[in-house]
């Protein structure tokens, strides 16, 4: 039942990232974040409150920290789907679990100190191939032949991953405090409306669109949705074998952007751009597989 909710979750995911595409036409990157935080925040309240979970929180200063990382993620990878193709952008995106593995691998490094009682740590080379795959996907995809303007997106895109990970990160730290996961995401979906609306006083608003505006509805519900099914997941997956098919299961996501790509948007995927994608999946879920060995217990959330 768990890899039914991680795929549902999945499907929620990509068909936002169709509203985000289709809203980025009649809005700017900074309302589009705002609007997504305000809808998710209505939704979170009301979930909250029917589960009589309080909002108050010890640990303001972690939420407002987890809560920028997100804010950041979420804007760099909402204008990366605005000026990309969807999978590509979403593909960029989960590039999160590669970085996660690039931190692990620096960090180990960077925290030896060489004397002759403390050797050199393993250089950890399955980690490291892992690593150096998935950048060898975004080479593929970020080609030299990609136009300037899609170029500097997908660079943008890119950062949208990096900064996923230090998100992820800051949430698995609230998680080991006992902090709620509809907390969490409601101080981060706060934090969303508040960067947005800042974005907003300084880039400006758009006309107001009239009729579609209803896009913003469905975008901040679908984000709302996929996260709780997202957690359904994780939570119904009672051993190590269930958490790794979860966590590598989030992935079908890029299929279901693609499908609604080139269904909907009538994009076309070069194969090299295919086999850059591909490239970065099998990195993404041998990195989840070699992480979850190291430290059983904190899988990868995806928290968009």
Request: positive net charge; hydrophobic residues 55%.
């Amino acid at each position: 039942m768990q890899a039914l909710w991680m795929v549902l979750a999945a499907f929620l995911f990509a068909s936002m990232g169709v509203c985000v595409k289709t809203a980025s036409a009649f809005f700017n990157t900074a309302e589009l974040v705002c609007y997504r935080g305000l809808v998710s925040m209505a939704l979170l309240w009301t979930l909250a409150r029917a589960q009589g979970v309080p909002l108050a929180t010890r640990y303001p200063g972690m939420h407002a920290w987890r809560s920028l990382l997100g804010v950041a993620s979420l804007g760099a990878w909402f204008y990366a789907v605005a000026y990309l193709p969807l999978a590509t952008a979403m593909t960029l995106n989960y590039m999160s679990s590669v970085w996660i593995a690039a931190f692990l691998v620096g960090g180990t490094l960077l925290a030896w100190r060489p004397s002759a009682r403390t050797p050199r740590p393993p250089l950890q080379v399955p980690l490291v191939f892992t690593v150096l795959a998935g950048f060898g996907g975004v080479v593929l995809m970020l080609r030299p032949s990609i136009a300037p303007e899609q170029m500097f997106a997908g660079l943008v895109g890119l950062a949208s991953g990096l900064t996923a990970a230090f998100a992820y990160m800051q949430v698995v730290a609230l998680s080991r405090l006992g902090e709620p996961e509809t907390r969490t995401v409601f101080y981060f979906a706060l934090g969303a409306a508040l960067g947005g609306g800042a974005g907003m006083a300084m880039a400006g608003t758009s006309p107001w669109p009239g009729w579609n505006a209803l896009w913003l509805l469905p975008l901040g519900l679908f984000a709302a949705l996929g996260q709780l099914c997202l957690t359904r997941a994780y939570a119904s997956a009672r051993t190590q074998r269930g958490t790794l098919v979860v966590a590598n299961l989030q992935y079908s996501g890029i299929v279901f952007a693609s499908l609604y790509g080139m269904l909907l948007f009538s994009e076309h995927i070069p194969p090299i751009c295919w086999a850059g994608m591909a490239l970065i999946v099998a990195s993404g879920m041998a990195a989840t597989i070699l992480r979850t060995q190291a430290a059983p217990g904190t899988p990868p959330v995806k928290e968009d």
